[in-house]
């Protein structure tokens, strides 16, 4: 089969998973296997070949990360619901002056965001920010931005959210190589970003009357949230943390002692993924049991597991939908069609942004856009002179 055909049946299968998901609005786990199956027939796989590999795609995928999701969700649901989440916010937040306190709210959703999904995380830090913005006598779209860019920075790149952990698998790299690599261009980003955006609102970008809907108090609503949240029992500071923080230094730490050539089966150990998530999440359950008590934990628990299941069926569909582009070896393929050059870094880095961006902006799903995106650039990962932690990281 030509270059050109595959790539413009590669081209219909993008469409067709854009196109189910924004007009009959179907689950984006249904549209990717679809077009998966369209991906594999059309390009002469075979019916049962096709539905063969895309059975294998999902299991191979939920057999490398499924278990460390699922964990990942629900360590972060224990962080938010015991108060851990919210001590950790409020703590960093009223550690800085005022006129740091963006910079600090920026940090703070980064943080948080890495152990807990982008909407629990903005749940948890827009009363702060209300406070905040009240305090510093600026708008809340300084604030309502600040804590944006925070939490999707660290949603994107820095695991255990499901596009991080799974890059390392799909691109073939290591774990901590993400997490380092994660938390340090993460911040770099955040912060550069921060500081454009603030810019741009003080240039008059933001007009008080026309961009803020007068109709909502605001203030009322974080009044009636604090009277609520002081009944509850907060965890301290330190202990806040330990459930964030272990699993990222097992696996730095493994990853660091293993670069040395001291490897052995504890540092092995340490860096494995399930292992280091495992021991965040029985941390995450010992801090609930003793500030909300052992049913309330338990509900909690169980209320982590219908985010997962959403999480792990988009992630697994996205294998499946990886194995059928990986059998068809249209990577190469894409490479001829559009003449670039996989020697070129900057233009292949590009072409990943680029695939990520349209099927972000697309159909809105950061999970479906990154493990499409990663799926495609895998088969091509190969024959690029870089790190394929840099593909990630576009």
């Known amino acids: 089969m030509s270059s050109g055909f595959l790539v413009l049946n590669l081209a219909i299968s993008i469409a067709l998973i854009i196109g189910l998901i924004l007009i009959p609005k179907l689950n984006p786990m249904v549209s990717l296997v679809i077009a998966s199956a369209y991906m594999g027939i059309s390009c002469g796989l075979g019916v049962i070949p ?56 920026a940090g703070t959703g980064f ?26 006598n600026k708008p809340m779209a300084y604030v309502a931005g600040s804590l944006i860019i925070g939490d999707c920075v660290a949603q994107t790149l820095v695991p255990p959210t499901p596009n991080p952990l799974a890059a390392p698998d799909i691109l073939g790299y290591g774990l901590g190589t993400q997490i380092i690599a994660g938390l340090i261009i993460g911040l770099i980003a955040t912060f550069a970003t921060l500081f454009v955006y603030t810019k741009i609102l003080d240039h008059g970008f933001f007009n008080e009357e026309k961009d803020v809907n007068h109709e909502v108090d605001v203030l009322k609503n974080l009044s009636e949230h604090e009277a609520n949240s002081k009944e509850l029992p907060s965890p301290p500071f330190i202990v806040s943390l330990i459930p964030l923080l272990l699993p990222v230094v097992f696996i730095m730490v493994s990853t660091v002692v293993a670069a040395t050539g001291s490897d052995n089966v504890i540092v092995a150990l340490l860096g494995n993924k399930i292992f280091a998530l495992l021991m965040g999440a029985l941390s ?14 338990e509900v909690s628990a169980s209320k982590s597991l219908g985010t997962a299941g959403v999480a792990l069926a988009i992630t697994g569909a996205g294998g499946s939908f990886g194995a ?41 799903s950061g999970t479906v856009a990154g493990i499409t995106a990663m799926t495609i650039m895998a088969t091509m990962s190969a024959n690029v002179p870089v790190h394929p932690v840099y593909l990630a990281m576009a």
Not at 51 to 79: C, E, K, R, W, Y
Not at 326 to 341: C, F, K, R, V
Request: glycine letters at 10%; one cysteine or more; a positive charge.
């Open 50 to 105: 096709t539905m063969d590999t895309i059975a294998s795609g999902f299991g191979n995928m939920m057999t490398s990360i499924g278990l460390p999701i699922g964990l990942g969700v629900l360590l972060g649901q224990l962080m938010s619901d015991s108060g851990a989440a919210q001590k950790i916010a409020t703590t960093l937040v009223h550690a800085v002056p005022k006129k740091y306190v963006l910079w600090a709210l």
């Open 111 to 136: 943080l948080l965001a890495i152990p807990v999904f982008f909407d629990i995380t903005f749940i948890i830090l827009i009363p702060i920010g209300i406070a905040v913005a009240k305090e510093i």
């Open 284 to 297: 995450a359950y010992l801090i609930a049991w003793k500030f909300i008590g052992f049913k309330a934990a």
């Open 324 to 364: 059928v582009i990986a059998a068809t070896n249209i990577g190469q393929a894409l490479l001829d069609t559009l003449h670039i050059n996989p020697g070129n870094v900057i233009m292949m880095c590009l072409f990943a942004y680029f695939i990520g961006f349209i099927f972000r902006v697309a159909q809105g």
